[in-house]
Each structure stands twice: as C-alpha cells, then as structure tokens.
C-alpha cells in the first residue's frame, strides 16, 4: 500500500522551471512504477512522463519536447519531475500515480490512467505569459 504526496507546484512566469516532488509511503516503494500526470481546467487527464521501479527506464510524452524530466531516488521513496521552458500550455494540476505488479498486468501502456494504483492528491503548477 502507497500513499503518495506532491509538493513543488506554483507561479512561474514563461520560460521558468519548477521541480515537482512527490514523497510516497510504504516498505515496497521501490518495487513500483511511478508516472506524473496532469490536468487543465475543462481538459482530461494526459500523461507526461513516467519511470520504471529500477530508475533504469524513462517515458515521457512527446509534448515535453525535452523539456521535463523525471527520476526517482527509491532511498528517499520520492520522485521527481524537473520542469524547465515552462508555457503557459503546462499549467494544470499534476499528479504522481504509482503502478504495482496488478496494475501492470492490467494495462501495458505507460501513458493509461489504469495502469495506475494509487494517486495523490495534486499540486497546482501556473504559468503566466
């Protein structure tokens, strides 16, 4: 069982950086795939990026350009998500997700919300122009 809490999130003007934390409980932390997600106001839910549970694979959504980059430190159970050449396009609420061996069976596909276990509760990310 993984409770998961984002912290980082705020205002940044275009052109800034911003690095998303996201702290997790639980003795098996290192043993689950951890991915960020995000959601505008009056937009779905989208991907952005994701992790294996060894650090050793990283996923990310072709809109990040370059731009975001996500690791894990499996000693501090916590993942994290630089975000720089921020656009007022990334502002949105961003969740950590974390996916355990059942939610990889259940879906394959890194960038399906399904995938996922568990989810915190959010933090606000705000780009002005």
């Known amino acids: 069982q993984v409770q998961l809490v984002e912290s980082g999130g705020g205002l940044v003007q275009a052109g800034g950086s911003l690095r998303l934390s996201c702290a997790a409980s639980g003795r098996t932390f290192s043993t689950y795939d951890m991915g960020w997600f995000r959601q505008a106001p009056g937009k779905e839910r989208e991907f952005v990026a994701a992790?294996?549970?060894?650090?050793?694979?990283?996923y990310y959504a072709d809109f990040v350009k370059g731009r975001f980059t996500i690791s894990r430190d499996n000693a501090k159970n916590t993942v994290y998500l630089q975000m720089d050449s921020l656009e007022p396009e990334d502002t949105a609420v961003y969740y950590c997700?974390?996916?355990?061996?059942?939610?990889?069976?259940?879906?394959?596909?890194?960038?399906?919300?399904?995938?996922?276990?568990?989810w915190g509760h959010g933090t606000q990310v705000t780009v002005s122009s």
């Open positions: 997700a974390a996916a355990g061996p059942l939610g990889r069976l259940r879906s394959g596909s890194r960038d399906d919300p399904v995938r996922y276990d568990y």
């Open positions: 992790i294996s549970w060894s650090g050793g694979r990283t």
